[in-house]
C-alpha cells in the first residue's frame, strides 16, 4: 500500500468512508491544517495586509479519509530514523518566546499528530515556532504578537510556584518592549497533568485578556491562572511605571467548539493561526466572521 501513495489503485468499495476523517476512529475530526497560501504569504522582509486577508479567506476545505498530504508526511517520516528511537532538536529565535529555547521533537511527537491524540507541549510549541517563520519572522507582525511558553506558564507550576510564574511571566512582558501600542501575547495554557488546552489572548496596552475556550466554561474553571495573569499585567505595568486607568477585563470569546475529548490542543494552534492570519489584535466577543466553525 505504501508504495501505491500518488497514484490511482483499485480499491474495495466497503472500504471507502466518503464522509469520515478518520475511519478507525469516527468520533474524532481535526480542525483544518494551515493551508499552504497562508505559509507562504509571509516574505522576511514585508506583509502586505492584502496578501493576509486574502489567504485568511481562502482556506482549503479537506474531508474524507486521511488526506494524500498527511499519508504522504506519515510515510516520509516513517523513513526516517525518528521513528525508530531517534530525536530531533529544534533551536528558536528568541523572538519566539523572548528568550532563547529549543524543542526536542521524538516518534512520540508525530504519532500525536499521525493517530489524532492529544497534543502534548512539544508539539504546541513547534508548531508556534513554524508559524513564527513562516508567517511573522522579520515582519511588522512581530510587534504585534508575542508567544509564551506553555512550559513556562501553566496549571501545575502556577500550583507549585505561584511567584515563580508571576515574575517569569513579567519578563516576558518586559522583553517585548514598551507595550504601549495594541499587541497580543498568546499563552496556550494547560490545566495540567496533560490535560485541557486552552488559549489566552492578552493585550497589555487596553488591558484586555481574551479567554478562549473550544469546550463550554469561562476563566472561573481555573482561578488561579487568572489571579497568576492579572497579578503579572499589574506588576509589569508598575514596573513600567504605567497608570492603571482601569480594571483588566475579561472577555470570552464565542470561538468554535470542539465535539470530542482530544482536539483542544488542535483548536488553540487554529485560534493563534486565525488571528495572526487575519492580523487583527481586537478579537470579536462572537469570534471573526470568517471562521465561524470548523470542519
Keep these: 500500500m505504501r508504495d501505491a501513495v500518488g497514484s490511482f489503485v483499485g ?3 466497503d472500504l471507502i468512508f466518503p464522509d469520515a476523517e478518520t ?13 499552504r497560501r497562508i505559509e507562504s504569504v509571509a516574505s522576511q522582509k514585508e506583509v502586505p495586509d492584502r496578501k493576509l486577508k486574502s489567504a485568511a479567506k481562502d482556506i482549503p476545505t479537506t474531508s474524507g479519509t486521511k488526506s494524500q498530504i498527511m ?5 516520509m517520516v516513517d523513513e526516517f530514523d525518528i521513528m525508530h528511537g531517534a530525536i530531533r532538536s529544534i533551536d528558536f529565535d528568541e523572538g519566539v518566546f523572548g528568550a532563547a529555547h529549543f524543542e526536542i521533537i521524538a516518534k512520540e511527537d508525530m504519532q500525536q499528530l499521525f493517530e489524532h491524540d492529544e497534543l502534548g ?10 508559524m513564527y517563520v513562516t508567517l511573522m519572522r522579520g515582519t511588522e507582525l512581530c510587534n504585534r504578537f508575542n508567544f509564551i511558553a506553555a512550559s513556562r506558564i501553566n496549571a501545575t507550576l502556577i500550583t507549585k510556584n505561584p511567584t515563580s510564574v508571576k515574575n ?6 518586559m522583553a517585548a518592549g514598551d507595550n504601549t501600542t495594541p499587541s497580543l501575547y498568546f499563552l496556550p495554557f494547560n490545566s495540567g497533568n496533560g490535560g485541557h488546552w486552552v488559549l489566552v489572548a492578552m493585550d497589555l496596552s487596553r488591558l484586555i485578556v481574551y479567554y478562549l475556550d473550544s469546550l463550554s466554561g469561562d476563566w472561573s474553571k481555573y482561578p488561579s491562572m487568572k489571579k ?15 497608570r492603571n486607568r482601569k480594571d483588566i477585563t475579561w472577555v470570552r470569546v464565542q470561538c468554535p467548539q470542539q465535539n470530542n475529548s482530544v482536539d483542544c490542543g488542535f483548536f488553540v494552534l487554529r485560534f493563534m493561526r486565525d ?5 487583527r489584535i481586537d478579537i ?8 465561524k466553525s470548523y470542519s
Excluded at 121 to 130: E, F, L, M
Design 275 to 279: 488571528i495572526i492570519a487575519l492580523n
Design 11 to 13: 480499491w474495495p468499495s
Design 168 to 173: 517569569d511571566l513579567v519578563d516576558r512582558f
Design 284 to 291: 470579536p466577543k462572537m469570534y471573526f466572521e470568517e471562521y
Design 228 to 242: 497568576t495573569v492579572d497579578a503579572a499585567i499589574i506588576k509589569f505595568r508598575s514596573k513600567k511605571n504605567y
Design 71 to 75: 499519508m504522504r508526511l506519515e510515510k
Design 121 to 130: 507541549i512539544a508539539v504546541i510549541h513547534t508548531y508556534i515556532w513554524y
Design 23 to 35: 475511519p478507525t476512529r469516527p468520533t474524532h475530526k481535526v480542525g483544518k491544517g494551515i493551508s
